[in-house]
């Protein structure tokens, strides 16, 4: 299917289930938003102050060495991790979705932690942070790319807890790998493709992230069932 026709399947699939796809979207991103986003603004804000600092003095080549980027981190860059962490509930919700199946409220918000999910999501979820984070210090453009290399992870460690099978630190992150070779600039060029939309919700003062977090979600997930099909569903 091409980009078209992974978001008409996401708005057919919606039709009849936007109240169930808009509070889930809405108690995850407020729940997330209360208790994380202020740490995220702040590290942001602490990132952005220092690069301009360096500016000031003329050291821009000090903005490529590694040692500047390490020294970004802080408390709040966990605090975001956990935030980020909680909403990977949100992937693989709308993944079910996206297959048929609709998870119950509660079970919806907290899949990540159940199912027997929790260790290897997390583990996977912790070692692709840390090797995008350090593909990002040699520049940002290698740590991009590796960020849409591991973008499968979540959905690849939930099929195979699913079908029971042995999920390591790291084997989604290999998995992932492998699947979205030759296909990043797709999901790319996808992820572009919302951008008309993330504008819409910008002029809505954010009202209009209500129908847009469903769409985007179960479209991506609809990428990935291209992609992946029943492959990590087997034994």
């Known amino acids: 299917m091409n980009r078209a026709e992974l978001k008409l399947e996401a708005r057919n699939r919606l039709r009849h289930n936007w109240g169930w796809a808009i509070s889930i979207g809405i108690v995850m991103t407020l729940f997330v938003g209360f208790f994380f986003a202020a ?39 966990g605090l975001t991790f956990i935030g980020s962490f909680f909403m990977l509930s949100m992937v693989i919700t709308f993944l079910h979705f996206a297959r048929g199946e609709r998870l119950s409220f509660f079970k919806g918000i907290f899949s990540t932690f159940t199912d027997g999910r929790f260790i290897p999501e997390f583990l996977n979820f912790l070692f692709s942070s840390i090797f995008q984070f350090l593909w990002t210090l040699l520049l940002f453009i290698p740590g991009l790319i590796k960020s849409y290399s591991y973008a499968m992870t979540p959905y690849i460690v939930n099929d195979l807890v699913e079908s029971g099978q042995e999920v390591h630190a790291t084997t989604a992150i290999t998995a992932s790998r492998q699947l979205m070779a030759g296909h990043k600039w797709e999901l790319f060029v996808l992820n572009l493709s919302f951008i008309g939309w993330y504008l819409l919700c910008l002029i809505t003062l954010g009202i209009g992230f209500i129908w847009l977090i469903p769409y985007e979600q179960t479209t991506k997930a609809n990428f990935y069932r291209q992609l992946a099909g029943d492959r990590y569903l087997k034994k």
């Not at 220092?50 to 709040?76: C, E, H, R, Y």
């Open 39 to 77: 740490p995220a603004v702040n590290g942001s804000l602490k990132t952005a102050n220092n690069v301009n600092d360096v500016m000031g003095t003329g050291s821009i080549d000090s903005l490529f060495k590694p040692a500047f980027w390490a020294g970004q981190i802080g408390p709040d860059n």
